[in-house]
C-alpha cells in the first residue's frame, strides 16, 4: 500500500514540474518573440524615419538652391512642405516606440527643416551636411539601442 502511495505522489510531482517548466518556456519564448516583434517595429520606425529625412533634405537642398539664385521656387516649396509633412509619422513612431531615441530623432529633424535658413550657397551645403551627419548619429544610436 504504501509503495503505491509513493507511486502515485511521484507520477503526481512529475506531472506537476513538467507542467510548470512547459509553463516558464512558453512564457519565455512569448517574452523572445514580443522582444523580437518590438525590434523589428523600431527598426521599421527608424528606416522610415531616415528615408522621410532624406528625402526632406533633399527637396529643401532643391528648394534652397533655387532661391538663393533667384528663380521662382514655388513648386520646390510645395515640394519641401510635402517632404516635411511625411516626416511627422516616423518621427512620431520612432519616440513612442524608442522613447530612448527620441533627441536624435528630434535633433535629426530640426538639423533638416534648418536648411531653410541658409543664406548662401555656402551656408546651404553647411546645414545639409549637418542635418547628414545628425541623421547619421540617429541611425548609430538606433543600432546601439536595438544591438540592445
Do not use: C, K, N
Request: glycine share 8%; hydrophobic share 50%.
Amino acid at each position: 500500500m504504501l509503495t503505491a502511495v509513493v507511486a502515485v505522489m511521484g507520477t503526481l510531482a512529475g506531472s506537476l514540474l513538467t507542467g510548470v517548466l512547459q509553463h516558464v518556456l512558453q512564457r519565455a519564448q512569448r517574452v523572445s518573440a514580443e522582444a523580437s516583434a518590438r525590434r523589428m517595429e523600431g527598426l521599421d520606425a527608424v528606416a522610415a524615419l531616415a528615408s522621410a529625412l532624406a528625402d526632406h533634405r533633399r527637396a529643401m537642398s532643391v528648394r534652397e538652391e533655387i532661391r538663393l539664385a533667384g528663380g521662382d521656387w514655388s513648386a520646390a516649396r510645395t515640394e519641401s512642405h510635402l517632404t516635411r509633412s511625411a516626416i511627422t509619422g516616423p518621427l512620431l513612431r520612432v519616440q513612442l516606440l524608442l522613447p530612448g531615441l527620441a533627441p536624435a530623432a528630434q535633433s535629426a529633424a530640426q538639423a533638416a527643416y534648418g536648411m531653410r535658413e541658409a543664406g548662401t550657397a555656402a551656408e546651404l551645403q553647411e546645414a545639409r551636411e549637418h542635418a547628414i551627419q545628425a541623421s547619421d548619429a540617429l541611425v548609430g544610436a538606433a543600432a546601439v539601442t536595438l544591438a540592445a
